[in-house]
């Protein structure tokens, strides 16, 4: 049986791929943020499973990023934190996508 | 890793998280109980629950939410494409006023008091479990949500079952209709929502420090 050659250049997108999404937590964040308008962090840490400050760690990366922007606001007396994709995460998440399908795609089993 | 991301199941479930806690069961049943209730004494006074319910629900079901959901599971706005679109709103009530015509002019083929007749007694009540089956299928086709096609399948039956048995006809026919699935929805309403309860505790309101989220780690 022969096993067919992969060259670098069917890898490259895999060393190209973007980082900040490429890291379990914050790709659970950003896939739940991509199929919603936006979401408060209470339904992030209850989708998730992550903790506050985990939560709040990976945000602070995704942020910095300018993957979501992020808006806080009172509800009554009571802090909410809405947080929501920006176009520039929204583009950034559909190109990791198609860049992990492609190489997936390329892959034989 | 990404292999398994299935953006439509995700998409699936969050929906699904939305409308878990039993509410929307709630208020639709007691509408329902009212609604049957009124039917049994006047036509004319079902007129004022339904102005209620449009104007008021909304408000009155998201103060709720605000007091016993959004603590519990947090708050999402759901894209909008995926809200009610008052062309379909308006596509369905045409649809429905359609279906009521023209059962009208089938039923006139059969001479105007007998059709009348059956007209009343089997297409009306048809029609309006038709018309209320509508709001449920479309819950379960754009949300996901499965309760909603079992509840369209409910209307759709008991407004064909209840005049073909006799246990009602007409305008009595609806009011039982209303009765029927009023109760199955408060019933099931109530216990989704204390499971609900049960399931979530209200988390935690911010940050475990102060500032936490603003820090670059």
């Known amino acids: 049986m022969t096993t067919p050659k992969i060259g670098s250049e069917d890898l490259q997108p895999l060393a190209d791929i973007d980082r900040i999404i490429h890291e379990p937590a914050r790709l659970m964040i950003l896939a739940l943020l991509y199929v919603v308008e936006s979401g408060d962090f209470t339904f992030l840490m209850r989708q998730t499973g992550l903790t506050w400050g985990n939560l709040s760690s990976h945000m602070s990366k995704l942020e910095a990023a300018g993957y979501i922007e992020v808006e806080k606001e009172f509800v009554g007396r009571k802090p909410r934190t809405m947080l929501r994709l920006t176009d520039e995460g929204r583009a950034a998440f559909h190109e990791y996508l198609q860049s992990m399908k492609q190489v997936f795609d390329g892959l034989t089993d | ?217």
């Open chain 2, 1 to 217: 890793m990404s292999q398994n991301l299935d953006l439509k199941e995700i998409e699936r479930r969050v929906y699904q998280s939305v409308f878990q806690d039993g509410l929307m069961e709630i208020f639709l049943g007691g509408f329902l109980l009212v609604v049957s209730a009124l039917f049994a004494i006047s036509m004319k006074l079902i007129l004022l629950p339904s102005l209620l319910v449009i104007f008021l629900g909304n408000p009155l079901l998201e103060r709720l939410k605000k007091r016993y959901i959004y603590p519990r599971i947090g708050y999402v706005k759901l894209r909008p494409e995926k809200e009610a679109d008052p062309k379909g709103i308006a596509v369905a009530a045409i649809v429905f006023v359609v279906i009521l015509l023209g059962s009208g002019i089938f039923s006139l083929t059969m001479g105007k008091d007998r059709g009348w007749a059956f007209w009343f007694k089997y297409f009306l009540p048809g029609s309006t479990g038709f018309m209320l089956a509508i709001g449920p299928f479309w819950l379960g086709e754009t949300y996901g949500v499965r309760r909603g096609y079992v509840f369209a399948v409910l209307f759709l039956l008991s407004g064909i079952v209840i005049p073909v048995l006799g246990i009602a006809s007409g305008y009595e026919a609806i009011g039982f209709e209303c009765l029927l699935v009023g109760v199955i929805s408060l019933i099931s309403g109530v216990v989704m929502f204390t499971r609900f309860l049960r399931k979530y505790p209200i988390a935690a309101e911010g940050p475990p420090s102060k500032g936490a989220f603003d820090d670059n780690p």
